[in-house]
């Protein structure tokens, strides 16, 4: 069974700039995380989606956003790149029954802004 | 808000020898999930507990689960160099809405 996967696996953007970040889940997998990781920070929850709908969402601004198609493959945009955007964006997907949420972590995206 | 603490946060320990990372949470819940980071992978999940006195165990670690204490145990047994990662533990919030994830414990095994 294919791994959750993400592309780009690399991106250099400068400030101001916007980008879109990719992530397919494992087949059958409904619902799909994002993480930014940061030295600073640590692991930080971004949103979540399951059956094309936002679940949750974390503590960041509006210039991120995410969203998920029918295939739940799910993509995440960031707008107005700031320097202390430059992350690691991990991306999960997991079943999400009840009793279980065990989530399955893509290789990542690693995004500097500069 | 749920928050979700680590100790150490960083551990250098020789092969051979045994030690316990410690994962407090700060909220009830009874799902708590292990994971490993290698330098510049990504996380790769190691336990799943999901009930008050759950213990599961691969190869030379040990997981545990105190929900009443609000505490997970991972414990190291006779370390060796390849267990060398950062360690995180991470806690349901709103039953499986999203990951809390603690600070990570950067083990590190020498020879």
């Known amino acids: 069974k294919a791994g959750v996967t993400q592309t780009p696996r690399y991106l250099i953007k400068t400030r101001g700039q916007q980008v879109t970040l990719s992530c397919s889940p494992i087949s059958g997998h409904r619902s799909v995380s994002w993480y930014q990781q940061t030295p600073g920070q640590g692991l930080q929850f971004l949103f979540e989606?399951?059956?094309?709908?936002?679940?949750n969402k974390g503590n960041f601004p509006g210039r991120f956003s995410g969203r998920q198609f029918s295939n739940s493959r799910s993509e995440m945009n960031v707008s107005t790149l700031e320097l202390g955007d430059s992350a690691l964006y991990l991306c999960a997907s997991s079943l999400r029954v009840l009793l279980l949420n065990e989530q399955f972590f893509g290789p990542g995206t690693r995004l500097t802004v500069l | 808000e749920l928050k979700v603490e680590q100790n150490p946060l960083f551990l250098s320990m020789q092969e051979g020898k045994n030690y316990t990372i410690y994962c407090n949470y700060s909220?009830?819940?009874?799902?708590l999930y292990w994971y490993r980071q290698d330098p510049g992978k990504s996380l790769e999940s190691l336990f799943v507990l999901l009930s008050n006195g759950a213990v599961k165990q691969e190869g030379r670690l040990m997981a545990s689960l105190d929900t009443k204490a609000r505490l997970s145990t991972l414990h190291i047994t006779a370390a060796v160099h390849d267990l060398s990662a950062t360690y995180f533990c991470a806690v349901d919030k709103n039953y499986g809405q999203n990951f809390v994830f603690g600070p990570g414990t950067r083990l590190s095994v020498l020879p």
């Open positions: 909220t009830t819940s009874d799902r």
């Open positions: 989606y399951f059956s094309e709908t936002q679940r």
